[in-house]
Each structure stands twice: as structure tokens, then as C-alpha cells.
């Protein structure tokens, strides 16, 4: 009995729509069902993506348009121009780069001694019995609900006294401006600190106290090193706080030569028949790059740190 050769079926023609040898073609699916559970969504994200990106670009705009009005700057990019650029380190009245020096070393001191200050509270607090120390994280709690801003007058009368006694951290010092930032940021940090303390195994520090380790010792040479998101976190969040900060900056420090970005950009759109929207615009470029910059070095840091450091 004789029977047909049997050819083997042609490989290339058992090829499915997504390029996979072997498999048989997907069904697409309809773009109704498609637009009605994911579709939409891709809609959303462009829309939001247009809606955070349009002030950016319009500013960039206004900062490349040398006209000095917002008017004229409606147009996107329709007149390229560096002279904004120049005109922030020419002007004499507007010490444009004494101004970013102050706010990048206020901003750097601030932010150290405010991760510093707060790991040592958060540590206290997490690992210590004490006290008092219910009663103390209760009212760290409910001081944080107040913003700085309302004690502004009270800040300035007590300024202003300082400065009788000790002028250097009086009223119109940059070391005055920090001391009273630190104040109001330990609450809100401290407390955040010590959601992310409580997340690391009290198992470590009585292996290190049966080795014969202290507080100081268990505190900088292990514990810095497990908590270095929340560090992160609460550094970036306090220089981007301390750079846009503009009421207390503008009470306490009086001279153009000591004041920072937030109070000195201010000026170049306070006066009626002087503004100038284009150099405004300008300086507000460059001083979101440091800020940027932080925050794409320590970006991996912030959702790990947040998340963990808002569970008890």
C-alpha cells in the first residue's frame, strides 16, 4: 500500500499577528471594549501630562521673550532671546547672584540640620521609654497642624529683642532665618521620622548593646545607614521648602545683599511702571534647576521613604 510523502507545513506561514512562530493569530479586540477598559485611561494621562507641562513651557517662554510682558509672551516661543538672562547679573540693584548663594547656603544648612535634629528626636522617641513621651509625640502632632506662617508677628517682636541681646542671630541675619526655620520643621519631621524608626527591627540594637554599643554608637553607625530614605526624603522636602519660603524670609532679613530668591525675584515685579516679567521668569528658570536636580538625584528614595515613614 503506497502512501502520499507528507511535506512538512510551511513554518513561515504559521506566523501569528504578534510575530510569534507557532501560535495562532489573537483576536483584537473591539475598540470599544478596548477604549471603554484601558483607552480611556491613556486619555487621562495625556491630559494631565498637557496640564502639568503648559506652565512650564509657558514660563521657559516668558523667560526666552525679551518683550517684559506677559502679553507678549502668548505666544509660545515666538521670540527666542537670552538678553532676560543677562539682564538678571547686570543690575546692580538686583544682586541676582548674592541671591541665589543665600538661598542655596540657607537652604543646604537648613536642610542638614533638619535631618540631623529629627533623626535624634525620631531615634528618642523610637527607641527610648521616658517620661512624658506619649504626651510629647501627642503635642508634635497637633503643633504641626499649625502653619509657621501664624506665629509670623510673634516671630518678628521676638526677632527684634534678639537683637538687642545678640546681634549676630537677630533680626536681618541669614543665621536667625535658620534658626527659626528649624524650629518649625522638627514637629512635622521629627514625626515622620519616627514612623519610618519604628520600621527597623529593635533586634539590631540589642545585638549592638551586647556588643557593647552606646545610643551615639547604635545611632550614626548602623541606624543612619537604614534609615537613609526617610533622611532623603525629609532633606529634599526641606530645601524645596526652605528655597520658595517668602514671608518669613521677607520680615526677618531687611538687606537686598542677605535676602534670597523667593524675596528678591519679588522685586522685579513689585514696582507699578517697572515690571519686568521676562527677567522674572528668567530667575525663576534657574532657580528650579538646583531644586530639579535634588530631586531626580533622590527620587528613588521618596516613595520608599514616605510610605514607609507614614505606618506607626
Not at 532679613?253 to 521676562?278: M, R
Amino acid at each position: 500500500m503506497s502512501t502520499a510523502p507528507v511535506t512538512a507545513p510551511d513554518t513561515a506561514a504559521i506566523v501569528s499577528s504578534s510575530g510569534v512562530r507557532g501560535e495562532a493569530p489573537e483576536n483584537r479586540r473591539p475598540f470599544r471594549k478596548y477604549f471603554r477598559e484601558t483607552g480611556w485611561r491613556h486619555l487621562v494621562g495625556i491630559a494631565a501630562t498637557v496640564f502639568a507641562l503648559f506652565p512650564l513651557l509657558y514660563v521657559l517662554s516668558a523667560s526666552l521673550n525679551p518683550g517684559g510682558t506677559l502679553l507678549t509672551a502668548n505666544s509660545l516661543f515666538s521670540d527666542v532671546s537670552g538678553e532676560s538672562y543677562l539682564q538678571l547679573f547686570q543690575n546692580p540693584r538686583h544682586p541676582y547672584g548674592a541671591w541665589f548663594m543665600n538661598t542655596l547656603v540657607i537652604g543646604l544648612i537648613t536642610s542638614v540640620f533638619t535631618v540631623l535634629l529629627g533623626a535624634l528626636a525620631a531615634y528618642s522617641f523610637s527607641r527610648m521609654r521616658f517620661t512624658g513621651r506619649r504626651f510629647s509625640l501627642t503635642a508634635l502632632l497637633v503643633v504641626q497642624m499649625f502653619p509657621q506662617m501664624l506665629a509670623m508677628v510673634a516671630i518678628f517682636l521676638i526677632m527684634v529683642t534678639i537683637s538687642d541681646i545678640f546681634p549676630a542671630i537677630g533680626l536681618n541675619t541669614q543665621i536667625g532665618l535658620i534658626m527659626v526655620y528649624l524650629g518649625g520643621a522638627l514637629g512635622a519631621n521629627t514625626y515622620l521620622m519616627y514612623g519610618f524608626f519604628n520600621t527597623v527591627p529593635a533586634s539590631i540594637d540589642e545585638a549592638a548593646k551586647i556588643d557593647g554599643a552606646g545610643h551615639a554608637r547604635i545611632f550614626f553607625t548602623i541606624i543612619l545607614r537604614l534609615v537613609a530614605p526617610i533622611l532623603a526624603v525629609v532633606g529634599l522636602l526641606s530645601f524645596i521648602g526652605t528655597s520658595s519660603e517668602f514671608v518669613l524670609a521677607s520680615v526677618i532679613l531687611i538687606d537686598p545683599d542677605k535676602q534670597t530668591l523667593a524675596v528678591g525675584l519679588y522685586k522685579f515685579v513689585a514696582d507699578e511702571f517697572s515690571k519686568n516679567w521676562s527677567v522674572f521668569a528668567a530667575g525663576a528658570v534657574l532657580a528650579a534647576i538646583l531644586p530639579v536636580a535634588l530631586f531626580l538625584a533622590l527620587q528613588k528614595y521618596i516613595v520608599g521613604g514616605l510610605t514607609a515613614g507614614s505606618v506607626k
